[in-house]
C-alpha cells in the first residue's frame, strides 16, 4: 500500500530538525513510494555541487538561478533547515551581500539533511 496515515511514519530521533516528514507525506496524499522516489533523485543530484562551484568562481548570476532551483526543490520536499539556510543565501546572493558563513551554514546544514534522507530511505 502506497499511502500511510501519520500513526505509520518512521519515527527518527532528531528528524523533526531537519525534515518535517508529516507535512512532506501530506504534499504527496501519503505516498511513500513516490516520496521515497523524490528522496532518492534529491541524493542523486549534483545540484550543490554546481552551486559551491558557481559560488569559488563568484559566478553569483549562475549561483542566482542554481540556489533558486534548490530553494524550490527543498521546499517541496519539507527539508526545514536546509531550506531556512537556502533562502537566506538566496536573498544574499540577489542583494549582492553574499557572506562565507552563511554558505557554511547551507553546506552544514545540506550534509545533516542528506543524513537524515538516508535513513529515511530505508525507513519508507
Not at 9 to 38: F, Q
Amino acid at each position: 500500500m502506497n499511502s500511510v496515515a501519520n500513526a505509520d511514519l518512521p519515527e527518527i530521533p532528531g528528524l523533526c530538525d531537519y525534515i518535517d516528514l508529516k507535512d512532506g507525506m501530506k504534499r504527496l496524499r501519503g505516498n511513500r513510494t513516490v516520496y521515497k522516489s523524490i528522496m532518492q533523485r534529491f541524493l542523486g543530484n549534483n545540484n550543490m555541487e554546481l552551486l559551491k562551484e558557481q559560488i569559488h568562481a563568484r559566478n553569483f548570476n549562475e549561483a542566482k538561478k542554481t540556489v533558486h532551483s534548490i530553494k524550490g526543490v527543498s521546499a517541496n520536499m519539507s527539508l526545514t533547515a536546509f531550506n531556512k539556510s537556502i533562502v537566506e543565501l538566496e536573498q544574499q546572493i540577489k542583494s549582492g551581500s553574499y557572506d562565507d558563513g552563511t554558505y557554511r551554514d547551507v553546506l552544514d546544514n545540506f550534509n545533516k539533511t542528506i543524513d537524515y534522507i538516508a535513513i529515511l530511505i530505508r525507513q519508507l
